[in-house]
Structure formats: C-alpha cells, structure tokens
C-alpha cells in the first residue's frame, strides 16, 4: 500500500530543490515546472533538442493479473532501471529530463549537438536503452520481450515558449510511439505521402572546393521540405519519413530530383542512409531513374553513406556497391570520425571518398590530439587508396590546420554557405 506521509514528505522535499536537481523523475507539482527553466537555460545553446517518448506496454496486463500493489512497485522498479540505462548510454550533460507523464509512458528530453548524423546518434541510444531495459528488467518472460514502443521528435528551434514547444513535440512522439493507432499517426502519413506524391521539397547545394585553386570541385546536395511547415527543416523530413517507414521512396525522390537539377561536369554527392542503399529493389529503381538523364556520366554521381550507422548489419550493401561500380558511381563515407565503428566502415565499404565530420575538425587549430587523428584518417585513405574531404570548416584557422596537413578538397560556412538549386529551364 502506498504511504500518504511518505509521499507528502517526497513532494515536500523536492519543491524547493534546484531544477538541475529534478531532471530524473520529479514529483507532478502544481506549483512549479522544472521543464520551462531547464528549457529555457539550454535553449540559450545553439543544440538540438529531442523528445524521445518510451510507451510501455506492460501496465495493463500486469494490473489485470497481478493487481494495483504490484504494478505501483513495478512502476517504481521501472523508473529504477530507465535512469540507471539512460544515465548509462546517454552523455549526462546531454540529459535534460526523464519524466514519465500522463499514462506508461515515459519521456526522455535530449540536448544534442547540431550535427548531421543526429537521426542515428536518436536511434542508437534507443535501440541501446531498449535492448538493456529488455535484457535486465523484462527478459524473464517472453511475452514482454518487446515490453514497450519508442517514438521520437525534434522540438522548434527558435521558439519563446519552450514548454509549450515540449508539449507539441512530446504529443508528436508519443502518436509515433503509439503507431497505427489514432487520426494523428495516419494524419502524418497522409502529410508525409503527399511530400513524396507532388515531389515537394527543394534541393540546396554547397559546394566542395579544391583548398589550393578554391575552384569547385564537386556539390553536396541538401534537402528541405515543404516551407512555413514542421517538415522544412531536413531531421523533421528525415525522422518523420523513417518513422512511417517511408525514408526510401523519400530517398528516392532526392535522387531523382538531384539527377534532373544536375548541369556541367562537376561531382554531385547525394546522402544515402545504409538501410535505403541495401534495399532490394534500389538498383533497379536506380536504373529507371538513370534511363531519364542519359546525358549524365554516373562517375559524376557520387553516394554519401553516413559512418555513424553500422553498415555490416545489411548483407545485401556489399552487392549493391559492386553494382554501383560497376555503373561507376563512387561511394563515400560520411560522418567519419563522429560514428562508433569508423574503421570496421572502411573496411567493409572501401569507400572512394572519406568525409571527415565537423566533430573532428571544429577548433582543430587548438586541438593537438585532433590534428594527430587527422592525420591518422589521411594515412588510412592512402591506404585505401580514397580521397578526403574535410567538411564544417568554418573558420581560417581550421582551414590552415587542414591545409597544412595535405587535405585538398575541403566543405563549410568559411567557403560557401548552402543556395537553393534553381530548377532548369527547358532547352
């Protein structure tokens, strides 16, 4: 039974605590919210910040068979073991807030960084979170084996009322948690289907310069959907496409509409996700897109693979790259140096290109230690017989530390910022 005196003293004790202090499962106060300040305190950051929404499954169930009592200690066991994984996996300082709010669900608010391979750095920690949650806590009884539903969303970036932009997001990632179930999921269907059906969204370039000449060498194609709405912005596009399980006709849709924008004889490097590239069917649809620009050479087009997602675990992406070489499209790795397996991608990938992540570069002019992994990645791609690109340089003195060690082609703000594709003209 529960112990009103006890709980009162709980709440008592944490009204008046300090809001860092209230990040892991603070009482439901009236009087006070800890979220709006902490909000308030990071969103002074130039960070990301994600609502990640764990749905458990279990509650009912167990409340049917067990009753009131023993579901009120396994809700306590529950929040145990999610603040022991989370602070586990997650780096601390980017833990704004685990709560779990109206239902079983639970709710973990991340602070992280602005890099482009965020969507995978979101999914590894819940995979990780899921996979030790399961194995500690529900892996005694096979029916619970996949105890709970996972959903996740971006909140505004510039907004002045951060709760209320929590609140959205949060709502968003538990009808994603929630899949299938209720008008909002299938109204994001709906939204996401109509981006892909009227090929709705635009396509920038930034260009890839050789660091001595400064001529451009090659463009890097970025997306964004549909302006004034969620989906302009490309992790909104991206997460939301991944998660009604269409980021391949998404994927799809960015190469064809960069193939028909690309004029002159310069490289154009397209993102491609791992799981997008290792589809059965993408070198057929490939080449059905290829029939319709006969006028491009394919050694022009070049597959950037993000690092940061273990590429081994698809068997069919070592077939489909001998394929692409075959029609002389050139692979690169993306995201190096950020990701958890850089070297097993390498190796597995052979990639023709390897892109050095922001992560690795910024303030490299200061950083000894990163100008020796540096180098360590340019002795590798000679090995590899592979170029490097050098990307997020922003400032000369990063660009005269990559210079200085022998990296010729080189991306960021301090060459050129990304400028809208125009769309071809006809004749």
């Excluded at 370039?205 to 004034?228: C, F, K, Y």
Aim: aromatic share 10%; net charge neutral; proline share 4%.
């Amino acid at each position: 039974m529960q112990n009103p005196r006890k709980d009162w003293l709980y709440f008592w004790r944490h009204l008046f605590a300090p809001n860092q202090s209230l990040r892991f499962f603070p009482p439901h106060f009236w009087l006070r919210n800890p979220v709006t300040p902490i909000l308030k305190k990071s969103y002074r950051s130039n960070r990301m910040h994600v609502v990640i929404v764990f749905d458990v499954q279990t509650y009912k169930h167990q409340i049917e068979q067990f009753g009131m009592a023993y579901v009120q200690q396994f809700e306590k066991d529950v929040r145990i073991l999610f603040k022991k994984v989370v602070c586990d996996t997650v780096k601390d300082e980017e833990i704004l807030f685990l709560q779990q709010y109206w239902g079983d669900d639970i709710v973990l608010l991340l602070s992280l960084p602005q890099e482009s391979n965020v969507i995978h750095m979101i999914e590894k920690y819940i995979e990780n979170i899921k996979v030790n949650i399961n194995e500690h806590f529900f892996a005694y009884d096979q029916e619970d084996e996949d105890s709970f539903q996972t959903g996740y969303m971006v909140l505004e970036a510039h907004t002045d009322q951060p709760f209320h932009s929590f609140l959205n997001a949060y709502q968003k990632a538990l009808v994603m948690a929630k899949k299938g179930v209720g008008a909002k999921y299938n109204q994001m269907v709906h939204e996401i289907r109509g981006i892909i059906q009227k090929e709705n969204i635009s396509l920038y370039s930034q260009p890839i310069v050789n660091v001595h000449q400064l001529d451009v060498m090659a463009w890097e194609v970025l997306t964004r959907g549909p302006e004034h709405t969620a989906y302009e912005h490309p992790l909104h596009l991206f997460s939301m496409a991944r998660q009604t399980n269409m980021l391949y006709l998404l994927e799809l849709l960015v190469i064809k509409k960069a193939l028909q924008k690309m004029r002159g004889q310069d490289a154009i490097f397209i993102n491609v996700t791992p799981q997008t590239i290792a589809h059965k069917h993408f070198i057929n649809d490939l080449d059905e897109i290829l029939q319709d620009h006969v006028h491009i050479n394919p050694a022009q087009i070049v597959f950037e693979i993000t690092e940061s997602e273990s590429v081994e675990r698809y068997s069919h992406l070592s077939k489909t790259i001998e394929d692409l070489r075959k029609r002389k499209i050139r692979i690169a790795l993306d995201d190096t140096g950020a990701g958890y397996a850089s070297l097993n991608s390498i190796s597995f990938l052979r990639p023709d290109i390897i892109k050095v992540d922001r992560s690795l570069i910024e303030n490299i002019n200061g950083n000894k230690l990163k100008e020796s992994m540096l180098q360590g990645l340019i002795h590798i791609a000679r090995e590899a017989n592979a170029q490097i690109v050098a990307e997020g340089i922003e400032t000369a003195e990063e660009a005269q530390v990559i210079k200085r060690n022998g990296v010729h082609l080189v991306q960021g703000f301090f060459y050129a910022r990304p400028r809208l594709i125009p769309t071809p003209t006809a004749g």
